[in-house]
């Protein structure tokens, strides 16, 4: 009949999708690659000074001890190995998966609620975290039945979790508008319980400490904090890369999701659970930091389309980039003083959102929701 | 396949919409159903795509209870093509049409030539790497058309497929569902369209299916004036037709 059904599909518009593959490839190992060097270069950089070689041997000589250093003679000091070793890599290796762990949230949440606008602390769990948070800061771990911080604000998220469950739910089932009511609502509520708490302490170095932690900062951690998000985020991006086909399904609209084979109402609550738990482990570690995971996701969708097969993995290491040259910055430019991680990602952020603001037409996408 | 509808009654939160409704639609039929604005036709087709479940009644195609199957068994019998925008997220018209393999087990290479193959019935086998939110309503149409067809099932369900378009790419996607062969139940506007397209038509009121049959018996001028309110005539008057593209 007509020319066009006599064609092979090799000489349809499908074709550049396989070129695009190996464009795809590319990409993911180039971030590999700024993974490594950024990470490189935060070991590196900071008061006491060590050269990137050096740092290289420091950490190549703890990994595996005479065989990646090829028995050269140690050129730095016990100080600077202990900076390294103890401080510097795990704070970041730390700054990689929360990075990472922001970005993907975001990802996930923009397909949940339908709306590029969402970000891992729409839905109330941050402002839960930071409720735990400042009651043992000010309140002090003793009162809280010895709680550690981050175990505090682990469980801030998880009532903060219940409950904005409770409010979106209809007989077990989640509507978008509802989740991003409910968790709005909540977050004013929390942000009220801990401003009162606040208020109530009046101890000016405390609520400085408060304010620094509700803005992020990464100055925490140790090796010890490392395990539980990194098998956490492990397991989520698995199974967000695993569910890829359903999440666009969903993020093309809920009929249409349903229509295509998609359980929604058990997917939806398995996102939400998943993604709140990730963000609870995140913050708890490293305080709420704005903005990675509301734009990284946008940055992943500029450089790879709206296929949550490449946003998801492009996201991660992107997010992981974004804030490890973040906390290098945070803490470099007015040192010896560190400024909160928030400051910094809104710096880059805004503009970028701003530029996103105008480039699309946010106010369809608004009224999605 | 066989859709088959038995006394199927949907609730909308408490609300009553359909009663009781009784709809066949056959291996190979394209059956239409119409009615004016509220009466239920949309509302009775979400029952059948599991968007909503019914109070009461059957919803079977080929024989099994389209609400008992697993979701991803129903998907793989039943398409539809309704009014849905995609999230402002940029997908491009080839991830659209990979979504209809969402219900079977992922094989690149056979889903790509399916996808290819889809694309090329709808007619846009160029248009594969365009961002599917800057195509026209038509094309949109048609690609939504292509995600269904990818889908592989052999009951389509469409919901006012023509609403928005012009009179030629109304032409061009009614005929192009016909010549699939696929069966298929489309909730249509237009009464001479759905009278000159369908093999059978079910005509709703008011939440109830007040008759079906073949087209010439069941649009006669009583029925349209019960239902619609409005009178019929008989014109000579001009009717459009589809120009069929020597090539």
Not at chain 1, 239 to 256: C, V
Not at chain 1, 279 to 298: D, E, K, M, Q, Y
Not at chain 1, 319 to 331: E, H, K, N, P, S
Not at chain 1, 341 to 360: D, H
Request: charged content about 15%.
């Amino acid at each position: 009949m007509t020319s066009a059904t006599r064609q092979s599909p090799a000489q349809t518009g499908l074709v550049p999708k396989n070129r695009r593959a190996s464009g795809f490839l590319l990409l993911i190992a180039a971030l590999a690659v700024a993974v490594v060097a950024s990470t490189w270069l935060a070991v590196s950089i900071g008061a006491v000074h060590v050269a990137l070689p050096q740092a290289w041997g420091i950490v190549a000589d703890r990994l595996l001890p005479g065989v990646l250093t090829d028995g050269a003679p140690r050129t730095w000091t016990p100080a600077q190995e202990q900076i390294v070793w103890e401080f510097r890599l795990p704070r970041a290796l730390l700054a990689l998966l929360v990075g990472a762990g922001l970005a993907v949230v975001g990802a996930a949440l923009q397909a949940l609620v339908r709306n590029p606008l969402a970000d891992p602390f729409l839905l109330g769990i941050s402002s839960g975290a930071s409720f735990g948070a400042v009651l043992v800061l000010i309140l002090g771990a003793s009162a809280l039945g010895g709680l550690s911080l981050s175990a505090a604000a682990f469980a801030g998220s998880l009532l903060s979790l219940a409950l904005v469950y409770v409010l979106a739910q209809r007989s077990g089932r989640l509507s978008p508008s509802r989740l991003v009511l409910a968790g709005v609502a909540l977050a004013y509520l929390f942000q009220a319980a801990y401003s009162f708490v606040l208020q109530l302490a009046q101890s000016g170095r405390a609520a400085q400490q408060v304010l620094f932690w509700l803005m992020g900062s990464l100055g925490g951690a140790r090796w010890h904090m490392l395990p539980l998000p990194a098998v956490v985020l492990a397991a989520g991006v698995t199974y967000l890369l695993l569910q890829h086909r359903p999440l666009n399904a969903l993020a093309a609209g809920e009929e249409t999701a349903v229509s295509l084979g998609v359980n929604v109402h058990r997917f939806r609550l398995t996102l939400f659970v998943l993604t709140s738990l990730l963000v609870g482990v995140l913050v708890a570690t490293s305080g709420a930091i704005a903005f990675v995971g509301l734009i990284v996701p946008h940055a992943a969708r500029l450089l790879v389309g709206a296929d949550h097969r490449r946003v998801l993995p492009v996201a991660a290491l992107l997010g992981a980039v974004f804030l490890q040259l973040v906390d290098i910055a945070a803490r470099t430019v007015n040192a010896p003083q560190e400024l909160a991680l928030s400051i910094v990602t809104a710096l880059f952020g805004v503009p970028f959102f701003l530029w996103l603001l105008r480039r699309r037409s946010v106010d369809r996408a608004v009224s999605v929701t | 396949m066989k859709l088959d509808l038995r006394g199927v009654s949907v609730a909308l939160d408490g609300h009553p919409i359909v009663h009781e409704a009784d709809l066949l639609v056959d291996d190979g039929e394209f059956v239409g159903l119409v009615g004016p604005n509220g009466c239920g036709k949309s509302t009775l087709l979400r029952s059948i795509y599991r968007a909503l479940r019914p109070a009461a009644g059957l919803i079977a195609v080929d024989g099994d209870d389209v609400h008992r199957l697993p979701a991803r068994q129903a998907a793989r019998r039943t398409a539809v093509v309704a009014q849905e925008t995609p999230a402002d997220l940029d997908f491009t018209v080839a991830e659209i049409v990979f979504m209809g393999r969402t219900p079977y087990k992922a094989d690149a290479a056979a889903d790509e030539e399916l996808c290819a193959r889809a694309l090329e019935r709808v007619g846009l086998a160029g248009a594969a790497e365009r961002i599917f939110a800057t195509l026209s309503g038509g094309e949109k149409q048609r690609v939504l058309l292509a995600r269904a067809l990818a889908q592989q099932t052999r009951l389509l369900l469409l919901d006012e497929p023509t609403s928005h378009l012009d009179i030629r790419h109304q032409l061009e996607i009614l005929h192009l569902v016909r010549e699939l062969g696929i069966a298929t139940l489309a909730v249509l506007h237009d009464l001479n369209q759905a009278a000159a397209f369908c093999d059978r038509l079910y005509v709703m009121n008011a939440g109830r299916i007040v008759v079906g049959g073949p087209p010439d018996r069941v649009l006669t001028p009583e029925l349209v004036c019960q239902v619609y309110g409005v009178r019929a005539v008989h014109r000579t008057q001009l009717v459009f037709e589809r120009i069929k593209e020597e090539r």
